[in-house]
Every structure is written in structure tokens, then in C-alpha cells.
């Protein structure tokens, strides 16, 4: 894993990174730089200016180390920056529905209307019943709340996710959601063929559920 700097300097400018929450990421807009976005070079990184209507904002790519990319943004507008990307209108919602990843890819729908602050709160519920292989306290606290849903759970995995209007930033699209008997959403962990899930809270089933199946969940 490559570690970036919290903060980097170009020229006379001082630029930060953690204007953004760390559970989302940077969309990848440097795949093929334009070269009058080249700021500055020296024997180990390219900086690039990221275009933007009211930030400036900066990435750079380090040689060899392939397309992972930080985004940081002016020191100075730091404020600015987290106000903008913290306000719900500032992004689109979407829900993803298939049996593996490159179907849900095909199916990416957008939630329109949308209640962006449940979309949040479903991030936040996945992001704290999310198995992680080196975190065994977590892990077994989140057991102590799942159940065993292989025998009633649907045939789709759902995926509900945000992506910044500017389409700089994207949340997690990991977190996969099964149905269960046809009534509740469950955010699931899979090994083998064993499935077993983290109930959603009430109020965000009862949003997401008809959401899901709207789309096509089964």
C-alpha cells in the first residue's frame, strides 16, 4: 500500500488531504493527464491540477507505483473544501444490483429523488458491521449481531453507493446487501457458500428495501 503525505507543497502553495472522510475515494482522474494540467516535476512525483468550479485542487502520480492517486486541495480552503463535499446536494446516489461485481457494473442505476443523509447512514452501519481480517476485537463484536441468512437470502447482491457531482470522489462499493425473505436487507459476509449478515436498522430497511427491489433485487 502506498502511503501519501497529509500535506504537499508545489511551488509557493500549500495543499492538504484531509478535507475529505477517509472512507471515500478519489475517482481516478489522472488516467491519462492532460499535459496542460502539469504543474511541476522533479525525480519523483508529477503534479497535476484537478479542474474544478470553486476548489483548487491537486494530485500526483508517483513513478511506478500505478494509478493510486491522493486528491488534496489548497490549505487554505480546507473549510471551504469539507463544507462542500459534507453538503448532501453535492452528490448523485446510486444503487448497483447483480450476482457479481461486472453484472452490478452493468447495472448501476441512479436514486432520483434521493435522501442523501440515508445514504449516509447506511454507509456509516456497513462501514461499522464491515468484517476486517486484522481487526479481530471488531470482528467479534459484529458476530455477536449477525446471523446465518444463506438458506432464505435472495439471488442479488445490491450495492448502494455516492459519487460526488464533480465526480471527483466515490464512497465504498464494497458493502454488499442481500435480501432476506423478501423483507429485510442485510449487509453480508460471504465465505464459501455460508452468507451471514448484519440486519439493517428499521428505519434504513424500510427505505432501501423498496429502493432495491425497484431496481430489479430479488
Known sequence: MVSYPEKITVGDKSYVRTFYNSDLFFNLYIRNPSESDKVQVDDKKTYYKVPHDSLELMTFVISGKGKDQPLYCLESQKAQAQQYYE????????????????????????????????????????????????????????????????????????????????????SQRGYVLRISGRTHLYHIYREGEEITGSSLPDELNAYFLPVAKKFGAK
Open 87 to 170: 453538503d448532501v446536494s453535492h452528490w448523485k446516489y446510486w444503487c448497483a444490483v447483480g450476482k457479481d461485481v461486472a453484472e452490478r457494473e452493468k447495472n448501476e442505476k441512479l436514486v432520483n429523488p434521493a435522501d442523501g443523509k440515508k445514504f449516509n447512514e447506511l454507509i456509516d452501519f456497513c462501514e461499522s458491521t464491515d468484517y476486517n481480517p486484522f481487526n479481530s476485537t471488531k470482528n467479534d463484536t459484529i458476530s455477536k449481531n449477525t446471523e446465518d441468512i444463506t438458506s432464505s437470502a435472495g439471488e442479488s447482491e445490491i450495492v448502494f453507493f455516492k459519487k460526488s457531482s464533480d465526480g471527483l470522489l466515490t
